[in-house]
Each structure stands twice: as structure tokens, then as C-alpha cells.
């Protein structure tokens, strides 16, 4: 990291503010230390507390300016319509997240003719942000449909707060409460499991007996591998966010359960950052879900993840459609300029479209 | 001893001649007091649709119908006054020629008054007239930008804010900041702690709003010595404020507001529209914790460009700016039909057009004056006039009447226009 030159500190302590110049070394640029001076003011003045505004202020700039992320200094990040709560232990939502996952939302509506119910799965949720936008977006644009989306995470810190996530946005209305929308049309549940874990699929096919068939499984799992996690992320995520979250376990109890499994697979090699796709394509093949969604680390793993799908079991080759999409996937769709916009590619002898803008950032698959 | 001090025969004479040329008056500002027959005809064609219409809908409500009826029944009021002054004045004049002399001296005296009762029936019948801008019933955008130049107009674009933020809590107005830039250039402030302002748009959430600002869109321009000069020379610099209208946030079923609507001045089609988020270093994803949410949207037709930071969310922030982007898109189309069919009418509307580039108003600090160049009102009490108090009322009130005049003078050269064009078909034939 460059060294900021003391002029711009200067600057900031000048033009904008004293805290303004506390910021800057997390924020690296005056605009945005402007901003984020003025969103923990807006925080400060919004919620309610004993202790002096003033002071509460300078404690959060304090804070920042130590290179601890802002949405776990301000406690929430914006996601969608919703407000997500974050606290240190679980990952923090990304905006790439936001866009995908409303591009999906809106693919969803699009079904032609509308689903009697939808039944959606979510491994490695996290904050839950991912089944808390979809639901709002699909109780827009399927009012009385059944849904029913759970969500599944190894942390119990991200399952606490996957459900307080739940009941946050239903205080402020941005969900509606359980009871008024008679509980047997949508179900959201968080449990904690291990996605390696043997009982896995048994458990999920026990415990959704009655939906029938999935209609999408997506998922955010750990893709950073060992060595990109020391040399290509951002200092705020490496020394704040949780390691559990970013970077697959290296291949043992969970990897050694996968041998026994999937032994045709494992004799190839695979890069470190992979293993988690390995299980998602195992448990979709057992699965079967209508679409699966999952977000990956940058055009090359994308590539691998295609490849991975050729090389697995006769489940997933069902799925007619494979699409990369990019940072941005809805910067081509809703314009009418689209087809110039959608590119082709040839991987592993399979067509690929790819949708949007910015890099490669997750692998669409669909029977529909 | 003589009131006045001994003055020359000839200064004595002259000084007479002044006095009675003085008291003429030679031109008038007011509208005439005489209604134009095109405009006439027009009025009682509009009035024999609207007995029309609330026959109809004595006998089966019909909502379009009924909407209908409520626009021009100010038209048919008002045209019921005038026939009522007017016969009245006839009456009046009959009485006149009588042979009382007492009723002579009765009639002459009611005439003045059914006179100027006359006069103003016939102006409310032009207003009446006059259509509804097509905006006028929304809240409007007030974008106050400062013109070419140093830090000086920077600071006077800080306190028109002001004024009118503090105009509108007056009023009691409902506003919103929907942005509010600091310039990057220094840090120093004006006289009155006025921050050196890049951009600022101001939203008036009143219905109405954009007709009660519409008069403020122009150049703003401010004569003072600025705090930063040290020789005491007076300064001229400009601001710019547009006043745009507001695309409400929830749909309404009005046609002017639905933009989903290809018809629409505020329809933008998606595909004409460039949206940029300002990317992260590196390889974004997981690898990043950005909080940068920035949304710079491009109408690449036009080549307009919004970009917006001010929340969090980004999700919100790309709504801020489609919101402005229709605004901005729906004000340059506005302008530019009303461009062309003052091109098609004759000259002598040629000033009356608002657009960016007149100077409207000028603030002049030494003088303590107001002046709008429009309605020519000269108010003196800047300080009260910044302070967004009466005196700013009084001059935006001016404005409004002049804007008004404008209006009808608009209307009956139209009308006159047309009636001369279908009376040369006529002719024709």
C-alpha cells in the first residue's frame, strides 16, 4: 500500500474535518473519508443513546480510522431494500451480492407461467442476506405463492445473526411479520450445519419432504486461496473479517470425506481454492434444483468451476444452460442493446454465455 | 416670504415642461383591459363544452368526463362575471343618455366602480384561460449551481441555498437536501461562515411547488465586496438555479408523471442510459471490503451526467439518480418544444422565455438591493430577502404575476395567429 502523502492529510484536516483526517488511512481518498464521516454522523444522529453525540462520533471515527471496517463500526450495511446487521465473526455483505442476487430475484419473476411454489437453499449464508432479499423480492413479485428458503452456515455466530437479521427487518417493516402472512406459505429457516458433513443431504431431503423440488440453490462459499489470501486482499478484510469465511479449509477431514465420496474427482488436481464447488456440484447432482447459483472468485475460478462441472457425475450434466455472469449482471439485461452485450464463450467444449459488466464474478446453471 | 428660492424664467419654464411629461404615462405594463374577440370566442366555445358536459353528467358520471368539466369550469366562471360586468356597463351607459339629471349623476358614479370590476373579470377570464403549465402540480427540484469564477460565487451559491431552505421552513414547506457538495478547492469560508458550494439540489416535497419556483430558474446575480478582497472592490458574480420538476417517488396515474410511458417527458429509455459504479482496487468480491456506493449515470443522447454518493445504499443511490436524470431529461425536452413554438410565434414574446442563460435578479450588497429584472421590482431589504423572509415572498409574488401576464400575452398572440390563418383559408375558399 502506497503511503499517503501528509498533504492530503492536510487537506482533509482543513477542507472537511479533524475526524475527516483520522479516516484517512482506512478510507485512502478524501471524498470518501468525506462520506464516510458524514454516513457516522447521520448513524450518530439516527440512533439513540446516553452517551453525548459529539463523543459517540469520535468513538466511531476512532474506530474506523483503526482499519476496522465501517459496517461492523456502524453495526448494519445496506442490502438491497434491507438492512443487514454485521458484527465481527461473520462476513459482510458485498454489493456484488446485492447485484446478483437481484438480478436472480428478477429472473425468478420472470418464469413463464408463474410457480406454484418456490423452495430455495442457501449454503454458506452468512448474515442471511442472500434468503432475506430474495424473500422480500419474491413476495413483490409473487404475492401468495408458497416460498420457502433455508439458509445454512457452519458458524453459530452467523446463524444468530442470520435470525436476528430476520427479525430486524421485520421491525422495520421491511419484511412482514410471520403471523399476517399466514405461516404455511413462507417459510424461512437458518440451521446450522456442516456442508461437509456426510448426513448433509440425507438430512436435507428429510427435512423437505414436502416441497418437493428445488428450485434454486445458491451459494457464497469460502473462495480465496491460502496465498491469495495473504497477498491479494484488502488489509480491512484480513485482519477484520473472519478467515472461516474467505478461505476453504485446506483439505483434510472435510476433503478426506469428499474422497471417499467422490473418488473419481479427487485423483485430479485441484486448486486449493476450489473444494468447496467440488461438494456444491455433489450436492446438486443429489439435489437436483431447477438453477444453481454460485458466486466465485474471478474469471479464472469460474473457468475451473465450468471444467468441474464436466468432470463430475452424470447429475449435473442436465443442466442445459451455463452462464458466467459478471460484477454487474443486470448492465446488459435490462437494456435492449443486450445482445451486443452478451458475450460467448468456449469452455471445456461447452458453450458459456456471459452477462454483464466488470469481472467474472459467479456461474449460473439452469434446466429451465 | 416666498416658499421656494428664486428660480430663472427659462429654468422655470423648463422645469415646468418635466413636470408635465412626466405625468403622462406612455406605455403600460398592465395587461389590456380589453379582452381580444379570438380570445372571446375561445372562452365561450370552451364554456358551451363544459353546459355541455355537466348536462351529461347530470344524467350518467363519467370520470374523464368529470375532470374534464372541473378544468374549464374556471373558464365558464369566469366568463359569466365578464358577461354580467359587461352588461352591466351597458346598462350603465344606457342610464347615461337619460334625461334625469340625478340618474345621470347615479350611473356616472356606479360606472367607475363596474368599470374596474369589468377590467379585472376580464383578467381573471385570461388567467382562466391561460393552460395550466403542465408541471405546475408537482414538487419541484431546485438545483442552484455557481457560475464561472472564483470562490466568490461559490459562497453566494451557499446562501441562495440557505435562502431558500430557510424561505421554504418559513412557508412551512416540506424540503429534502437531496445533495449538498462542498467545493475541493480550499477550505475557507465567507463572511457569514458560507461554505464554498459545488452543487446543491434542494427538493420542495409541496405539490405546487414547481409552479410557485418555476419564476426563480435563471442566472442569480450578486454585487458585493467579497470577504477575500482587500481593496475593497465590488464584485459581480452569477449563480445559476434551475428549477426542475420533480418525478414523484411513488407512480401516479397522472400522464405527465408516469414515466413509464413512452409519451412521457420523463420516459428515459434504459438502454440510452450508461450506469457506472465506481469499482473497487483489485479483485473485488470477497477479496474487498469497499464502501464506496457512487452511481454516475450518463443519457448518452444527450450526454447529461449524474453522479450521486450521498447514501450508503447503493441501491438507493442509483434511484436518487435516475430521479434527477428524468428531471434533467424532462426540463431540456420542455425547453426545447417551448423553443420551437416561440420560434413559430412572433417576437414579441422574444424575453419572455426562462431559460439558463437571462439574468434575472441581482443582488446588490452596498445598495441593500433586490432588484428582479423581470417584473422590475426593486425590494430593499436584502438582508430579509436572504433571511428567505417577506420580502423574498414579495418579489417571487411579482414574478408570478409577471409570469402570468406573460402567459395570456402568449395565449392571445396565439389565438390571433390562428384566427389569421383560418380567416386566409377562408378567403382561400
Known amino acids: 500500500m502506497p503511503r499517503l502523502p501528509p498533504s492530503l492529510f492536510w487537506r482533509a484536516r482543513r477542507e472537511i474535518s479533524p475526524m475527516a483526517a483520522q479516516l484517512l488511512p482506512a478510507c485512502r481518498d478524501l471524498q470518501s473519508a468525506a462520506n464516510e464521516l458524514r454516513w457516522i454522523r447521520e448513524h450518530v444522529q439516527d440512533t439513540k443513546s446516553p452517551i453525548p453525540a459529539g463523543l459517540r462520533v469520535w468513538q466511531l471515527v476512532e474506530k474506523r480510522g483503526r482499519g476496522i471496517p465501517l459496517q461492523y463500526v456502524l453495526g448494519t450495511q445496506p442490502f438491497g431494500d434491507l438492512e443487514i446487521k454485521c458484527r465481527p465473526g461473520v462476513l459482510i455483505p458485498r454489493p456484488e451480492t446485492e447485484a446478483y442476487t437481484l438480478h436472480l430475484a428478477s429472473l425468478l419473476s420472470q418464469d413463464q407461467p408463474p410457480p406454484s411454489s418456490l423452495s430455495i437453499l442457501d449454503l454458506c449464508t452468512g448474515t442471511g442476506c442472500i434468503p432475506l432479499l430474495l424473500l422480500q423480492s419474491l413476495l413483490a413479485s409473487h404475492p401468495g405463492t408458497p416460498i420457502s428458503l433455508h439458509g445454512i452456515d457452519i458458524s453459530p455466530h452467523a446463524i444468530n445473526l442470520a435470525r436476528a437479521n430476520h427479525a430486524h427487518n421485520i421491525s422495520l417493516h421491511h419484511l412482514p411479520p410471520p403471523s399476517s402472512s399466514s405461516p404455511s406459505t413462507t417459510r424461512l429457516t437458518f440451521s446450522q450445519l456442516d456442508i461437509f458433513s456426510p448426513s448433509l443431504i440425507p438430512h436435507l431431503l428429510q427435512s423437505q419432504p414436502q416441497i418437493g423440488e428445488l428450485d434454486l440453490l445458491v451459494s457464497n462459499p469460502p473462495y480465496i486461496s491460502p496465498t491469495e489470501f495473504i497477498h491479494s486482499t484488502a488489509r480491512a478484510v484480513r485482519n477484520h473479517e473472519p478467515r472461516l469465511a474467505l478461505v476453504p479449509p485446506p483439505s483434510t477431514g472435510g476433503g478426506s470425506q469428499q474422497q471417499q465420496q467422490q473418488g473419481g474427482i479427487t485423483t485430479e488436481f485441484h486448486h486449493p481454492a476450489d473444494i468447496f464447488y467440488t461438494r456444491l456440484l455433489e450436492i446438486a447432482a443429489t439435489l437436483k434444483p431447477k438453477r444453481v447459483l454460485m458466486e466465485v472468485g474471478g474469471w479464472e475460478q469460474a473457468v475451473r468451476v465450468i471444467r468441474l462441472l464436466e468432470g463430475s457425475s452424470s447429475g449435473v450434466k442436465g443442466y442445459g444452460t451455463v452462464e458466467i455472469w459478471r460484477d454487474e449482471p443486470a448492465a446488459s439485461f435490462s437494456s435492449s442493446l443486450g445482445t451486443i452485450k452478451e458475450e460467448k464463450v468456449v469452455v471445456g467444449g461447452r458453450e458459456v454465455v456471459v452477462r454483464g459488466e466488470g469481472r467474472g464474478r459467479a456461474v449460473y446453471l439452469s434446466r429451465v | ?429
Open chain 2, 1 to 429: 416670504m416666498l416658499a421656494a428660492p428664486w428660480v430663472c424664467r427659462s429654468c422655470a419654464r423648463s422645469l415646468r415642461r418635466v413636470g408635465i411629461s412626466q405625468l403622462i404615462r406612455r406605455a403600460s405594463t398592465e395587461a389590456p383591459a380589453r379582452l381580444p374577440p379570438a380570445l372571446l370566442e375561445r372562452a365561450r366555445k370552451l364554456t358551451a363544452e363544459h353546459d355541455q358536459l355537466s348536462t351529461a353528467l347530470e344524467n350518467d358520471f363519467d370520470a374523464k368526463k368529470a375532470k374534464r368539466a372541473g378544468e374549464i369550469s374556471r373558464v365558464a366562471d369566469a366568463l359569466k362575471q365578464f358577461e354580467n360586468a359587461k352588461a352591466a356597463v351597458g346598462e350603465l351607459q344606457g342610464l347615461l343618455e337619460s334625461d334625469d339629471a340625478e340618474m345621470r349623476e347615479l350611473a356616472r358614479d356606479d360606472l367607475e366602480a363596474t368599470n374596474t370590476q369589468l377590467a379585472d373579470s376580464s383578467h381573471s377570464l385570461s388567467v382562466a384561460l391561460t393552460p395550466k403549465h403542465p408541471f405546475a402540480d408537482m414538487p419541484c427540484l431546485l438545483e442552484i449551481r455557481p457560475g464561472p469564477g472564483g470562490t466568490e460565487g461559490r459562497f453566494f451559491a451557499d446562501t441562495l441555498f440557505h435562502m431558500y431552505q430557510t424561505y421554504c421552513a418559513n412557508k412551512g414547506y416540506r424540503t429534502r437536501v437531496v445533495q449538498y457538495e462542498a467545493s475541493d478547492s480550499d477550505g475557507q469560508t465567507g463572511s457569514e461562515g458560507e461554505i464554498a458550494l459545488q452543487e446543491a439540489v434542494l427538493e420542495v416535497q409541496e405539490a405546487g411547488a414547481y409552479a410557485l419556483f418555476r419564476g426563480e430558474a435563471g442566472m442569480h446575480r450578486v454585487q458585493r465586496v467579497p470577504a477575500t478582497e482587500k481593496s475593497g472592490r465590488t464584485h459581480t458574480s452569477a449563480v445559476a438555479v434551475w428549477v426542475l420538476p420533480s418525478f414523484p417517488e411513488n407512480g401516479t396515474s397522472e400522464s405527465e408523471a408516469d414515466w413509464e410511458n413512452p409519451e412521457s417527458d420523463f420516459y428515459l429509455d434504459p438502454a440510452e442510459v450508461r450506469c457506472e459504479t465506481m469499482r473497487a482496487r483489485g479483485a473485488g468480491g470477497q477479496h474487498v471490503n469497499k464502501t464506496e456506493s457512487a452511481i454516475r449515470l450518463t443519457h448518452i443522447p444527450t450526454g447529461t451526467t449524474v453522479s450521486m454518493q450521498d447514501s450508503r445504499s447503493q441501491q438507493r443511490n442509483r434511484e436518487t439518480a435516475w430521479r434527477l436524470m428524468r428531471s434533467r431529461i424532462a426540463q431540456q425536452r420542455r425547453e426545447a418544444r417551448e423553443e420551437t413554438s416561440r420560434q413559430l410565434r412572433s417576437s414579441v414574446l422574444a424575453n419572455s422565455q426562462i431559460t439558463r442563460g437571462d439574468k434575472i435578479r441581482t443582488y446588490q450588497y452596498q445598495q441593500d438591493r433586490c432588484t428582479d429584472h423581470r417584473s422590475g421590482l426593486d425590494a430593499h431589504n436584502l438582508p430579509d430577502v436572504l433571511r428567505g423572509g417577506e420580502t423574498l415572498g414579495r418579489i417571487m409574488d411579482s414574478v408570478q404575476t409577471w409570469l402570468v401576464n406573460k402567459d395570456i400575452q402568449a395565449l392571445i398572440a396565439d389565438e390571433e395567429a390562428a384566427a389569421a390563418v383560418s380567416s386566409k383559408k377562408e378567403g382561400k375558399k
